[in-house]
């Protein structure tokens, strides 16, 4: 492939972008194929990127397939959408809470559109990420991936939009989160990896309670980190003891986040994940649906 993701710092300077880059509202910040000056290199900093694609050689193959899951135009509009969904289902009104849950039904048949349209294409390029609106495209990339793996299981349409709409919410706790915990440049200490693993349990009441989510959604958010060797949170569970659109969605929700930039870390690439989940490591997860998820990446 003629990209390189670099990371961002004055060595990208007078360099061509590989990859469209957006800004937080879903305008065009820098097309593909424009040179990198000073002004644009600030441009992409203030906005909260950490890594770039650049271009090697030649990119008209690069222009001809992407290989993103889902089109530049949802990649730049959807997670805005999102943010706007869940500060409807944040409200206390229940108006405004039920808006948010036919916006977000709308948002699922979209992407699970998207992907079917795409999916003859293996994901190879990273959607690289700003920090400030990391939960929300996190949540599109990991609905993404959620719809490759439910599709390769054969999941029927109901239940293909449930495990979609679940990967959409399955951070939706992470809101309950002090951003100084979230943005904190180093590695957490326990105390606060203590409070990031409330999100599990603080998501799954509050969808429960405040939205009526229904009960096999909400449960995604409180068992996306429980473990297949139980090595997970909060409760431990292992095995088949952990409902099947958890184990698909914690795959996805591990793989895009493994392969994002964090405050703490550097994004690790995508043939970086695929070997983690190759190697005695990747014991973590469901055996049966690594198998249906890496085949996407033969």
Known sequence: MDLEIQELNSDVLGKKLGQKLFSPKGSLLLGMGAEIKEFHYQKIKEVGYQSIYVLKDDYS?????????????????????????YRKLMSKDKIS????????????????????????????????????DYLYQHAINVAAYSILIAQSVQYHQLKLFDVTLAALLCDFGMHYVDEEILYKPEPLDEKEIEEVRKHTILGFQYLGRN????????????????????????????????????????????????????????????????????????????????????????
């Open 97 to 132: 809470i039920s808006n948010g849950k036919k916006e977000l039904s709308s948002l699922v048949d979209t992407l699970i559109r998207e992907v079917n349209i795409k999916m003859t294409n293996p994901p190879d390029i990273i959607d690289l990420k700003r920090q400030e």
């Open 211 to 298: 939205c009526f989510i229904k009960g096999l959604i909400a449960v995604v958010c409180l068992q996306h980190h429980e473990r297949y060797d139980g090595s997970g949170y909060p409760k431990h569970m292992s095995g088949d003891d952990i409902h099947e659109y958890s184990r698909i969605v914690s795959i996805a929700d591990f793989f895009d986040a493994y392969t994002s930039d964090r405050p703490y870390r550097r994004l690790h690439s995508i043939e970086e994940g695929i070997e983690y989940l190759k190697e005695p490591s990747g014991r973590e997860f469901d055996p049966r649906i690594v198998r249906h998820f890496l085949s996407f990446f033969e």
């Open 61 to 85: 193959d690069v222009l001809k397939s992407s290989g993103h899951l889902i089109s530049e135009k949802l990649r730049a509009s959807a997670p805005l959408e999102l943010k706007g969904i």
